[in-house]
Every structure is written in C-alpha cells, then in structure tokens.
C-alpha cells in the first residue's frame, strides 16, 4: 500500500446540466415521453438533437436511438451487410461492437492493432484480400485515433466500405476533421461513460441519403418518418418503406431533451478532460517503466480515459499491482486479463464467434495494457494523487518476484 489513499470514485460523473434538469422535468410534466408524441406542428426533443447533432457533426442526417450498439447494428445494415458477409473489425474494442456484427449476420474478421492502439493497416489489407470483405467496422478505441489519411487510402485501395464507431471520440478530429465524418456512416453512443450522458442512447450520422433513410426505417419509425429532424427528402423512402423491418430502437424525448443542452457544453467539457489528461499524462510518464502511447501532432483527441503500458512485468507482479493500487482507491482496468472484468474484454473471450485465427500482435499489446477513467468530477490534482499511487505501487509489485 501507498502512503496515499484516493477517496473519489472513478464512476461518478457530474450531475446534468441545470437546463438539462429542468428539459426533462418539463418533457415528464407534458406526458409525451415519445418522439411521435408531438402536438400540432412541434418538433419533438428527439427531432431537434438530431437536427442539432447533424449540424455539430456537419453531416446530413442524423438518427437518435437506444445504444450505440444499436446504432453500429443499423449502420451495418443500413450500408448493405447481409448475413455472412465478412465485415473486418479492429480487435482491440468493446463487446457491444463484435455484438452488433454478429447481430447482422454477418462474419467478423479481426484485425490486429499496433503499439498505438491503432487498427494495423498492412494486417487490414492483407485481411480485406483473403476475406473478401467489402466493410470496415473501425473503433476508435479508447479514443485513439489512427492516420485517417491512410486508412481512406487502404479502404478505397480495396474497396472496402468504412463504418466508424465513434463511442470515445465525439468532438475528437484528424487533421481538422471531426472523427465519424471519413466514414459512409459513423455511430456515437450516448451511453454514461461517454461524451454526454443520458444513461443509454446512440446517434449516427451520414451523408448518404439511403443509408439515412434505411436506419430511420430499421429504428421503427412506423410511417412517421417525416417527422424526423434530419432526414433525406421523402422521396428517398417510397421505395424503401415497405422492404425495411421495424427494429425498434427509437430514442426517446426525455433522452433527447437532457443530451441537448449537453451538446452545447460538448467542446468546453472536452477541453476539461483534456486538461485531465494532459497532467495524468505528464505524471505517468515521471514513473519509471510506465509508457503512454505518443499522438500523433494531428490527432486532436479527447481525453475521458487514459491507456497505459508497463514493461518487464510478470502475471504475477500485475496482480500484486492491481491489487495494491485498488486497495489505495485507485481503479485501475487490465486489458492483457484472461477473464474479462467490467468493461475489459479481449477478442479471445467472444466465445460466439467461433474459432478465429490468434493475434498474437494484439494479445501481446494487451498484455500490458492499463486503462483508466477520467471523470470530470477528478481534478488535476487528483491525477497526481492517484500517479503517485500508481508509482508507489508499480516499485513495491516490482520488486517482488
Ligand atoms: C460504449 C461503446 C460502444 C457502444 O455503446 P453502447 O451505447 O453502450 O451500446 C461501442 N463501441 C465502443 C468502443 C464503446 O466504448
């Protein structure tokens, strides 16, 4: 044990926003909790995020829906997956992701990621080749944003078509361009643990008009469809609504009305994870045999959690560690762990997927591969407790054999 102790918990966030508070109070009081449930000629809540999120992105058209897994799914679908289609993934991300493909119908294949947690582009050639594989289901993990340039270059070298899960990167860009505008369609989740919360909820946005049709059609949008808030001309749909089955995943207005005011707060609040960051970045790397993945000068990501490697440790001495850090109230996520716990999960534990080739770059990246959260409710000096936790227990775990 350290001679610190850190007290916060490393799942609290901050309360909503108090104009996010009174939104939802006001949408309880009217009764109409669902997006169609409007009077008159309103919008309804869902509606207008969609609107307001299709313009921060930039993009054309926006759906709101339940989870971010739900909206990978309807992406996948809405670009043309069908059952058995190979769609190439990168492995090292969350369940929901491998969940959403197998949902579809279709096959994954795995592709290794780098030292910088970065899908390995020469392993995804090599995979869309031997696959045939016409997608490309691109997290950015952890958000860890990779060369976009080159992965445009690799996807359209081999035609494959690109999906971006963009679960930790809202607000996040490559070389000036927001993250999920590279892609045909990219998803964000709404989910707590992200950007802005409302519990669960997921957003996905396109420029292509009937890919944007084909997902308000599969979210369940009966024959409301004009009721959306971005959406393509209704022309796009005729040809459409009657061939797309309802998967009902719609967002509801109570959702949508607190994520609103939320989205106004988004690049202010990015800045403060970053400034999070940015100290718990500076302190790690003060620590002998700790290493933080260097970014690239062009990726301009967010920082709502940190990733760590520690070199020269064994299985054991990482228990010791973990173990220590956790009793001192520091929680800190082993992604290298056979057994998945909480959110860690390695490619190996997907049991549903059936055999898949080893990734032996992949597993040994894992190996040891740290993660942390950072709420914004921590404060820079916060980070610097908890480093020196971190510091204190790595040296004691490693003199132990
Ligand atoms: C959270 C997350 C998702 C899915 O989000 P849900 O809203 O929880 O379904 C997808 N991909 C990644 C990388 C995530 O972290």
């Known amino acids: 044990m350290s001679q610190k102790r850190f007290s916060k918990s490393f799942t609290q966030q901050e309360p909503l926003p108090d104009?996010?508070?009174?939104?939802?109070?006001?949408?309880?009081?009217?009764g109409r909790l669902h997006r169609y449930n409007t009077s008159g000629d309103d919008w309804s809540e869902a509606s207008l995020l969609e609107k307001e999120f299709a313009d921060y992105q930039g993009r054309?058209?926006?759906?709101?829906?339940?989870?971010?897994?739900?909206?990978?799914?309807?992406?996948?679908?809405?670009?043309?997956?069908?059952?058995?289609?190979?769609?190439?993934?990168?492995?090292?991300?969350?369940?929901?992701?491998?969940?959403a493909v197998y949902q579809s119908g279709a096959r994954p294949v795995l592709v290794e990621i780098d030292e910088h947690y970065h899908v390995d582009i020469g392993d995804l050639l090599a995979k869309a080749r031997e696959s045939g594989a016409k997608y490309f289901l691109m997290s950015h993990m952890r958000g860890h944003i990779a060369d976009m340039?080159?992965?445009k270059r690799a996807c359209d070298d081999v035609g494959l078509i690109l999906i971006e899960d963009c679960a930790h990167t809202m607000g996040a860009s490559w070389n000036g361009t927001l993250s999920g505008n590279f892609g045909r369609v990219a998803c964000f989740s709404t989910q707590t643990y992200k950007h802005?919360?409302?519990?669960?909820?997921?957003?996905?946005?396109?420029?292509?008009?009937?890919?944007?049709?084909?997902?308000?059609?599969?979210?369940?949008?009966?024959?409301?469809f004009e009721?959306?808030?971005?959406?393509?001309?209704?022309?796009?749909?005729?040809?459409?609504?009657?061939?797309?089955?309802?998967?009902?995943?719609?967002?509801d207005d109570l959702r949508a009305a607190i994520l609103r005011p939320q989205l106004r707060q988004l690049d202010a609040n990015c800045a403060?994870?970053?400034?999070?960051?940015?100290?718990?970045?500076?302190?790690?790397?003060?620590?002998?045999?700790i290493e933080v993945p260097e970014r690239h000068q062009r990726e301009d990501f967010i920082g709502s959690s940190i990733q760590f490697r520690v070199g020269e440790i064994t299985e054991e001495q990482i228990s010791g560690f973990l173990g220590k850090c956790e009793a001192d109230g520091v929680a800190l996520k082993w992604f290298g762990e056979d057994e998945p716990r909480g959110y860690t999960s390695r490619f190996d534990s997907w049991h549903y997927l059936g055999d898949l080739p080893d990734l032996p770059r992949t597993r040994a990246i894992?190996?040891?591969?740290?993660?942390?959260?950072l709420p914004l409710t921590f404060t820079p000096e916060d980070c610097r407790v908890i480093c020196e936790i971190i510091g204190e227990n790595l040296i004691a775990a490693k003199q132990r054999n």
């Open 227 to 251: 009721r959306h808030g971005a959406r393509p001309p209704k022309e796009t749909f005729e040809s459409l609504r009657l061939n797309i089955p309802n998967f009902s995943g719609r967002m």
């Open 19 to 30: 104009d996010a508070i009174e939104k939802a109070v006001t949408v309880m009081q009217s």
């Open 272 to 289: 403060r994870w970053n400034a999070l960051y940015h100290e718990m970045e500076r302190c790690l790397r003060e620590i002998p045999g």
């Open 366 to 373: 894992l190996s040891n591969t740290f993660d942390m959260r």
């Open 60 to 99: 054309k058209y926006c759906l709101a829906c339940t989870s971010g897994g739900y909206a990978i799914h309807v992406a996948l679908r809405a670009t043309g997956v069908s059952p058995g289609d190979a769609v190439l993934m990168n492995a090292y991300t969350l369940a929901p992701v491998p969940g």
């Open 149 to 151: 340039d080159a992965v």
């Open 196 to 224: 802005i919360n409302s519990g669960e909820g997921g957003l996905l946005v396109t420029d292509d008009p009937e890919v944007a049709a084909r997902a308000i059609l599969y979210s369940g949008s009966y024959m409301l």
